[in-house]
Each structure stands twice: as C-alpha cells, then as structure tokens.
DNA sequence: ATGAAAGCGCTAACAC
DNA sequence: GTGTTAGCGCTTTCAT
C-alpha cells in the first residue's frame, strides 16, 4: 500500500487540498455534509497526514530539545518526565540530548550547526560557565534549568540553592548536631551547583556560631553513588569526625548511607544525613532520606511557559524564575 | 538577522544550489577551489541547512520513537541513555514516549493518525498482548522490546527471563534456602513479564523438589518501590514465613529490603532477597543487590540494528533475539 | 564538475 | 464555504 496524500483524499471526494485541510484541522465553516464525505474519504484511503510536510509549510516542528547531563541520573529521569508531562498540552514533543558533562558537547548544543529542528530548549548546562554561554548567543529559543551558568539575557528556572542548603543544615543543628560535614562536591572544578549549595551549608553554620571545618568535606569523584561510597569509606576509615553529613544530592546520600552502615555507625543515631532532589527513592532508602524537595511539575512548567513566550517571540531580557522547594523530613535526620 | 537558505549561499559564492549542497555533504567530485569559495559563503553567512526541508526532501526525520512505560523508573532510565548512545553513530536521535502503562496509549502508538515524523520505534509493551499487538500492524518499522507480548511477525529483543529466574532462585536454593518467596507481580492482570519470572522461580522450586507455596507470592500496587514497601511489611506483620524473596525488579528488591530491615529483619542473615535489571543502585544500597544483569548496551544495540535493517526496507518475519544477561552475585544473597 | 528544474506533502493567502 | 496557487528549504535526477 502506497503512500496517501492530502491530494489523493482531495480527488478522492472531488473536493480541494483546502477543505480536506480544513476538515482534518476541524476548521469551523465546513458544512456537515461536506464534512461527512471528506471523512469518508481519509477513513477510505487510510490516510494520514505527513507531518514532515506540515512542519516545513508551517516552519516549526513542534520538537523541544531537552538537554542535560545523564539521562540515568535519576533527577534528570523525574524532571524528563514531568517536562514531557508538560509538554503533551502544549502541544510538544520531548527530545532527549544528553551531554555527558563535557564543555564541547554543551557548547554544540549552544553553536548547533543546523536548524529547524526544533522550536526550542530546555537545557541545564552543567560545566558551561554564565560567560561562555553568554558568549554563543544560541539562535534558538532556550530557557536555562536549574542554578548553573545564566547570562543575564537567557531566561532561567532554577530553586534558591543557598537557602534550601541553609535550611537543611539548619534543621541538622537545630537537632543538636555540630560536626557537620558535606559530601559529593567536585574533587576539582566545582560546579556553580556544588558552590550554591556549598555556600548556604557554610552560612548556616555561620549562623549558629558554628566554626565551618574543611577537614569536614568530602568531595566524590563522580556523580553516581558509587563515588560518595568510595570517598566518604576512605574518610571514615582515615578517622571522619562528623555527626550529621549534608550531601548535595539524594544519590551522594544514598552512597553515604551506605558508606557509613557499612563502617558500622548508625543513621541518624551517629550520623544523621540529608540529600537534595526528592527522588522517589529517597523515601525508601532504610533509614529514609531527610532532602531537600524542589518543586519538579512546577519548575517544568514554568519553564516550559517561558520557553513558549520565546518561541512566540517574546524577545525581552532573561527572566529568572525561582520556584518552589521544601525540606522534606523523615527519618535519616 | 533573519533567515539564510541554501539558494542565498549558492548567490554569495556564484554557483547553484546543487553545488553548495555538494559541498555540505562532502560529495566527492568538487573541485578544491569551488569546495574553498562555497565554504566561505557558508561562513560569512552563517548558514545552517533546515533540517525540515532536508527531511521533506529526503523522506526520512532521522528521529526514533523510544516507548515505554515511564522514564521515571530506573531501568528505563538507563535503558534510554544504553539507546540513545547506540543511536548517535547511527545518525538518528530518540524522541522519548511514555504510555503510563496504559492500552489505549500503547494502541495510540501502535496506530498513529500522523505519518512521517519517524522512521521507527522501539517500543517495550506493558499491557497490550501480542495478538493485540499483532492486529494493529503497525506501518511503522518497528521493534518489540522486552519480554512481553511479541507477534511473530515483528522483531523483538529479550533476554531469557524464564531462564534468568530459575537462575537466581536455584542460587538461592544453593545457598540453602528453601521457603522462597516472590515479590512485585501485580495484585490483577499479570503482566507476562511478572508470568515469565514466576514461570522460572517456580521451575527452579521444582528443579530442587521444593513444592511451591501460594502464601509466599506478594503481589504490588505499583511498580515504584512504595508499592512492595507496603505490601511486604503487611505480609511480614500477618507472619510470612520465608527465608528469602526473589523479586521481580529491583525497585521491589529496594522496597523488600526496607520492608525487612524495618522489621527488624536482617538481610541476607534472616531472609535473602534478589533483585532484576542491575539498575546502578542496586550496587549501593545496604545490603546491595545480587540481581539479574542484563546486558543493555547489547539489548540496545541489537533492537537499533534490527530497527535499521527494518527501515532500510527489510520485510521478513520477526526476528526474535536473544541478548545475554548474568546474575551479579553481591550482599544479599 | 556544475547547473536547471522538478518535486517532497502540506499550509495559507487570496480569489471566487 | 470552497477552490487555486504559491511557497516552505532542501534533494536529486537529468543535462551540460
């Protein structure tokens, strides 16, 4: 069975290309009959229209980028699907781009040396910097995700990194606890993540009069699990003194936990410990996950609103949007 | 700055579309003057070729539809990032589909009313069976993954799940077990992945002259981790009597372990647990997991291949392949 | 080795 | 209300 064409449907009902289009964009003044027989028609021929064709006549494709670090990651796994959730009702499709943390493969995305694509991004950078990615001017419509890199002219969605850190260390030392490390930062090359977070854990110990110890952090080397594992293992065996551990993300949590069952101390007994993220499974982590929550659906909503502003050419300075967190407690601090 | 076309380039440098188009794809007979001159027409106009028109030209998007139940799950996490690796080498991008485990979004998949905007789709069924399936024919190339429903006539690419089960179970019995329960198959409407895996768990019970016990199945609400959270601990409160569970994913592994461990039972001491798909936590959660492994990159890699071959015009029977996987012996069990 | 021109399938402005 | 027609930007025979 050979292709059908809007053209064949047309001939097919002895009508014009235009009103077979009107019928299939159930455009208002058709008449019912004419309606009817058109439908009859594409029902017939089985046709279906080409989108390729559409999107060329029309000049957009109705294909967002979304663009960041690790798809296996599972933030990034929850926030794809609450923007792809998003995006059904505006009419948009998700495509997947995964930039491994590498400064070319960001950049490409920013320098794409083709077009047409897609209508728009949704990009978290994570290694570019605000002034590199100011310096690309990406020619298409692009809204920024979380606290990494914004030039003042991109719009941007992020939560309040050093309030939300400040908060969770503030609660750690409300429960008594004073030898507060942090774990999961870069080894070297600290991401404007790691410095947020890293900057509200110092000022809420500031705060309390507590007298910040770098001997107290420990960086991974990697963002997965494992890497909390291994460091804070080496740490508590080259004798850690710590009573609570701030992570900067549920993964490095979990790591963490693990880390420290597995040297035998007890979680929140001996070492109360909190991650960031939400991620589901953080509530079933044994002993749950005290984290750091940010609101996904709303922050994929409103990126995804100021996005459909660019593309419809709302052309003004960067907008930075802070959305939503919580400190979620439960049982490991 | 508005929009640059091929035929503008092709004005700058003197020439006709043909050859700028020439020089864009690197075709071979160009002279190294004309290939110098066009090159720079490209780059004093920034030219980049609209991919839309290149598709309408050319037929084919260059995009894959990758379906399947929901991104936010782990292993579809990785098993998206194992495809999307695959597939940059082969030229196409993935354009991510989640059908929330429901028919009529795996039917809408299976019979679009829009045409061209994919050259073919991966998809993993959840619900649909394979006469369903089978009675859609879809006139997309197309490639089951998975091990649920597969008609004859469409590709398909698994691991051995009966086998797999009757492994890891018999590892159990190995080690002494015998009061071996299974945990994570749904409450109704067994999905053929949770019938495969019981098929295999009750296989090795046979194998080992164990006579299987009904009161040791604990069927979940949901897939997440929650739903054996909820369901283990309730079985365990009314006096389930095992010494290990075999667990059909590992999110049920995880929940199983936090059901365990709340209950004051240790793992793998008082009751061993395995878990399915190696999903990178499974590594690090206390005690970590010994789980079925299957070999994604492979699985990934071969449903591409398949799904190549089917767009490139391939029209026999199903091919229905089998990929390796392995059981990762680790702490709890 | 390069140019001319006919599509690819659809949309939308304009005419009737 | 419905038909005509000119693109959208690129590829690709077929000439030259």
């Not at 449907?9 to 077979?20: E, H, I, L, Q």
């Not at 065996?237 to 420290?260: H, N, S, Y």
């Not at 609101?295 to 949007?321: F, N």
Request: hydrophobic share 40%.
């Amino acid at each position: 069975m050979k292709r059908v064409r809007l053209q064949d449907v047309a001939d097919r009902a002895g009508v014009s290309m235009k009103t077979v289009s009107n019928v299939i964009h159930d455009y208002l003044h058709v008449s019912p009959q004419m309606r009817a027989r058109v439908q009859e028609a594409i029902d017939e021929l089985g046709y279906k229209p080409n989108l390729l064709g559409r999107q060329l006549a029309t000049g957009r494709s109705g294909l967002i980028r979304l663009a960041f670090v690790d798809i296996s990651l599972p933030y990034f796994a929850e926030l794809a699907r609450a923007v792809s959730i998003a995006a059904r009702p505006a009419g948009y499709r998700i495509l997947l781009e995964e930039t491994g943390a590498t400064y070319d493969t960001e950049r490409s995305l920013l320098q794409d040396t083709e077009s047409g694509l897609f209508d728009g991004m949704l990009f978290q950078p994570s290694v570019m910097t605000s002034a590199q990615i100011a310096a690309c001017r990406p020619d298409l419509p692009t809204v920024l995700l979380g606290e990494a890199a914004a030039p003042l002219t991109m719009d941007r969605v992020m939560i309040d990194n050093p309030a939300a850190a400040r908060e969770i260390t503030s609660h750690l030392i409300a429960s008594g606890r004073r030898r507060i490390g942090f774990v999961g930062h870069e080894e070297s090359g600290l991401s404007e993540t790691s410095r947020q977070r890293l900057a509200g854990y110092q000022q809420a110990l500031d705060d309390a009069g507590i007298q910040p110890d770098p001997s107290r952090l420990i960086a991974t080397k990697s963002y997965d699990a494992m890497g909390a594992v291994t460091a804070v293992t080496q740490r508590l065996e080259a004798g850690l003194d710590v009573d609570a551990l701030v992570c900067r993300d549920d993964l490095a949590a979990i790591g963490t936990l693990r880390a420290l069952n597995h040297t035998g101390l007890s979680v929140p007994d001996d070492v109360a410990v909190t991650g960031w993220d939400d991620i589901k499974l953080s509530a079933v982590t044994f002993p749950s996950l005290t984290t750091v929550s940010p609101d996904v659906p709303v922050l994929a909503t409103r990126a995804l609103t100021l996005l459909t502003e660019r593309i419809a050419g709302y052309d003004g300075m960067g907008r930075h949007e802070v959305v939503p967190h919580q400190i979620v407690v439960r049982e490991s601090a």
